[in-house]
């Protein structure tokens, strides 16, 4: 049995995270962090150590004597982002389709049937189950570093999640190429399983690069 032990920053970090992940917490929005000290009953030094960590992950940023805010979508960021998903995350989804144990595959399904349970009752969570989704799939290949560079990818890329997914049926186009790759890791079909991957990753790309030209 294993005990994970959260400090009061870590607890602050994934917190403050999930509101700007799920949208609570807008681009460009300044933190305020007197207000949400307050909200929480605790001192600002923990919260400005949350930020601190928050800003090292490319979620937010300070500016001298003004404090943090969250940072704004663009197109060079994404970029990058998912060119780096593109780079290392097809031949780890493949690697960990061969070696993915029976309870591996039981909880990359019970994921993807949280992600259609959600999408189907139009819920929140969305995009973070998005993301456990793909790290399901990535997890098995016991690369750690790898799968470690790519979760925090994950993280950077959920709110463009977010913003690819708002136009009407998005969801469900995602949603069946989810599908397509899960079948072909659950029968460990490895060269299926990355080129499935690299599409969908480009494809995702190619859609943000139209929506972010047009809202940017």
């Known amino acids: 049995m294993s005990l994970v032990i959260q400090t009061l920053s870590d607890q602050l970090v994934h917190l403050v995270r999930d509101r700007i992940l799920s949208g609570d917490v807008k681009p460009n929005a300044a933190i305020r962090q007197d207000a949400l000290a307050n909200e929480l009953g605790i001192s600002k030094i923990p919260l400005r150590e949350a930020l601190a960590r928050l800003e090292?992950?490319?979620?937010?940023?300070?500016?001298?004597?003004?404090?943090?805010?969250?940072?704004?979508?663009?197109?060079?960021?994404?970029?990058?982002?998912?060119?780096?998903?593109?780079?290392?995350?097809?031949?780890?989804?493949?690697?960990?389709?061969?070696?993915?144990?029976?309870?591996?595959?039981?909880?990359?399904?019970?994921?993807?049937?949280?992600?259609?349970?959600?999408?189907?009752?139009?819920?929140?969570?969305?995009?973070?189950?998005?993301?456990?989704?793909?790290?399901?799939?990535?997890?098995?290949?016991?690369?750690?570093?790898?799968?470690?560079?790519?979760?925090?990818?994950?993280?950077?890329?959920?709110?463009?999640?977010?913003?690819?997914?708002?136009?009407?049926?998005?969801?469900?186009?995602?949603?069946?190429?989810?599908?397509?790759i899960l079948d072909a890791w659950l029968a460990r079909d490895v060269e299926t399983v990355r080129t499935l991957t690299a599409a969908h990753i480009e494809k995702t790309l190619d859609d943000l690069r139209q929506q972010l030209a047009i809202t940017g």
């Open 56 to 180: 090292q992950e490319g979620l937010v940023e300070s500016h001298v004597n003004r404090g943090f805010f969250v940072r704004e979508l663009n197109t060079a960021e994404a970029e990058e982002v998912y060119a780096l998903r593109l780079k290392l995350e097809p031949d780890a989804t493949a690697t960990a389709a061969a070696q993915a144990t029976d309870a591996e595959h039981k909880i990359a399904s019970d994921v993807l049937a949280t992600v259609y349970q959600v999408t189907d009752e139009v819920g929140e969570g969305v995009g973070a189950f998005n993301r456990s989704f793909h790290l399901a799939l990535l997890r098995p290949s016991r690369q750690l570093i790898t799968v470690n560079i790519l979760e925090r990818l994950h993280i950077l890329s959920e709110r463009y999640v977010r913003k690819h997914l708002e136009p009407l049926g998005r969801d469900e186009r995602a949603n069946e190429e989810h599908r397509a």
